[in-house]
Each structure stands twice: as C-alpha cells, then as structure tokens.
C-alpha cells in the first residue's frame, strides 16, 4: 500500500495572501479589526454600493436581512 498523498486540487496560496494573515494574526485583530474596515470600504468601492458589511457566515448575513 503507497502512502503518499495526492492532491486532488492543491490548493494555490500566494505568498503576499500568507503574509496578510500573519500580520492579522500577529496584530491581535481577528474580526472587526482595520482589515475588516478596509475590505468593507474597498469592496463598497468595487461594486457600487454606498456601505457593505462582512460576516461570519451566510447565516449571519440573512439574520441580518
């Protein structure tokens, strides 16, 4: 029996991506921090809309509709 794995669908992560969690994560900040301002001012930006709010998860977002 082989014991080695193969990646159905290795997964591509850039290394900037990487490093931007690791500052997170070293910031301390893991939700509602200026990061998560950022993405909300940038992606209010990107399509149009005059504010935007990041969730959790799917569920959040529709008990908040």
Do not use: Q
């Not at 992560?13 to 969690?21: L, R, Y």
């Not at 200026?34 to 990041?54: D, H, R, V």
Request: hydrophobic fraction near 40%; glycine fraction near 6%; aromatic fraction near 10%.
């Amino acid at each position: 029996m082989r014991n080695d794995f193969l990646p159905f669908a290795k997964p591509s992560i850039a290394e900037d991506a990487i490093n931007e969690v690791v500052e997170s994560i070293r910031s301390g900040w893991l939700a509602m921090g200026p990061k998560t301002i950022s993405f909300e001012e940038n992606f209010s930006k990107y399509t149009g809309a005059s504010w935007s709010l990041s969730l959790n998860s799917a569920t959040a977002g529709l008990h908040t509709v």
